[in-house]
């Protein structure tokens, strides 16, 4: 467990396979899940899983995870039976607004616009002590005389001199004094602020790590989460206490907390199902209702994730004053309700846009697709290391001869004008705007008219050399064609054929261009991939429905053209494939690392229609000039989220600047202005004044007015922003936003 307030499951560190295997057995462990299927949402139970949809890849049978060790004493734990996952589930949590993480958030009290800088009121707190104790040491030793002892001596009676009146009446008036002394030097120094800005917190921060008293995570303020109040409320006592048992046990991790409750969602949306549940439960305790891969957890963990919010920490605001005062020193943290509006990344090679957005936001999605929330496919590089392969579970490697699968080049969809559509657009979507016309509109038409008679005619689309044949206008191959199309009795379908010969003879003809973008793909190293006859290693981005970790690896150094087309076509599959699946209970996330010429006119608009179908987009530029002109405003205008890092030029900076807008702010305008003096008196004082301190002497003038002000200024992005550090604004799928935020990414 992080000391800061976070949890790390048993084994998030690594270590080998089955350090954890043994003592959960000993301790009699529960059997190990069987494997099933993706679930969709209400997820059935284990025993009832379906089978996979139309292009996912089978199952690759692993074993059961071994059940998760006794964890050991969190940092700061009141007591040694208090494991770091109890610890982590009972921490308080404030929905403080979007963007700021919310464990172990406590609120920051109002702000005080005349608020002392904390140097000079510790320095003046001192100060006041010093003086305090220096005055109370010399009336006390008679340095200043006894007067201050007059009013005891003349306003008590003589009767009260003698015996113990005279020594309560004595002690009773030197605490007047002291409580004198303590209240005038106490508020010359502003005690009562330094206790309430910096003893207080501290006090409260200790107590609470202490651990004496919890605080409860849902349900009534009393009741103990890991009781699971909810089961209990709903008549399923039993599985509550196996839950309940094992969570003390050490046996349970946040994961497995996260994933039990998914189901219990489902539960509750269908009654019937509390049988079925309570059973698994019972048999399986805290394994119940495992992933189809069989995972608990992720081999390793990086950054600080709450799965009970769904946040994952990427930093803390800065106390800067362009920060607004409640986020100022608050942690940040994105979850699917912010990136479900997606999240636009810009900044140089070395700015921290891998290390600090995109692994730490991959890495929760994994955590949470373990858990049945979210479907999440990852698009880099080969060799960028976003994350282990035992993080996935399906791993696409395009080019090399090892990977197990293949990317379907359609998107795994029956329909010819659907795959004509995205085809086009992965080809030559950032041509669009060059070619005469509608040139993606143009482009499609030429797609469909190959596609739908070939699938009729051979029960599955074409394969790239088939393809590339078909649009160069081989004799052979179209002769082929018509002729299986004459012989299954599809004449209609020979029409579109006898259209695509003609149309290829015109100026213009978009067929010989989506030939030559087809070659690049037409090469020996991708002689194994894009094959539509084996189905059973073809992944395509229809199993969004189901909570799959998926990873695609691009060959960028040795084919650098044709990654950039396969990054355009899998946002355009993904964009297409999120909004048309007919369960939308599950989060679905794609993760495209350097979104370089993938931004198209139709990639901008389809990001807008994610945010109505529980989906969102991470991209990350090197810079705004890899987006065409025309598309940098509506690119930004289109993305909910918006993240600049340090390095950014000035150009990219006045877009930011533009989108995020100005605000009204209070200025203060100080003149100094010399005062001449009329007076005899007054001209000596001046000038006796004037040769001590060697100025004039002067009077200020300050003026007070509001003026309109950018947010965030060109420059001030380009040079003002510290290595390690980027500004962030966020909005949420509800509509609430946040202004932009200096965050430094190291905390």
Sequence with gaps: MEHEGTYDAPGARGGPPGAAEAPAQAAGAPPRPHRHAGVPVPPPMPHAAPPMPHGAPPPVPVEAPPVPQQPGRAPGAASHDRSPFLTWLRASRVAAGPGIWAYGYRPKPPEEPDRLPGRQLLSGAVIAVLCGWLLGSLLWNGYLGSYWLWPLTVLTPDSWHRGMAAVWTVYIYYAI?????????????????????????????????????????????????????????????????????????????????????????????????????????????????AHPSGARDLPVRAARHDLVTRQVRIGAAVDDERNPYVHRGAGYALDPSLLGTSLLAVGPPGSGKSDRLVRPVLESQCLQALAGRTAVVAVGAAGAGLAPDEAFDVVVRIGRQDSAYDLDLYGGTDDPDEAAAVLAEGLVGDLTATLPGEGGRRAATVLAQILGPYRAAHGRFPSVPELRELLDGSPAAVGALRASLVEAGHEALVREIDARERQAHRPGDAGPMLADRLALLDRPAFARFFDTTDASRTFSLRALEHPLRVRIDLPERGHAEASRMLARLVLAQFTECAVARGDRSLFACLVLDDATHAVTPEAVRGLGRLRSANAGVLLTLRTLDDVPESLRSALLGAVGCRMAFSGVTTWDGARFAEVWGKEWVETRDVTDRQVIAHEPLTRVTHVVRRLVTGRAVTAQSVTVRKVERERWSASELAHGVPAGHAVLSVTSVRGSSAPPVLIDLQR
């Design 177 to 289: 004094c002291l409580g004198a002394l303590v209240y005038v030097f106490g508020r010359l120094g502003r005690w009562p602020q330094v206790w309430r800005r910096y003893v207080a917190p501290l006090l409260a921060r200790l107590w609470d790590d202490g651990g004496v008293i919890p605080a409860a995570v849902g349900g009534g303020p009393r009741q103990d989460p890991a009781d699971w109040p909810q089961l209990r409320a709903a008549g399923a006592h039993e599985a509550a206490d196996r839950l309940a048992a094992e969570a003390r046990a050490g046996l349970m991790n946040d994961v497995d907390h996260s994933r039990i409750e998914r189901a219990w969602q489902s539960v509750r949306v269908q009654p019937g199902r509390l049988a079925s549940f309570t059973e698994t439960v019972l048999r399986h305790g805290a394994a119940a209702c």
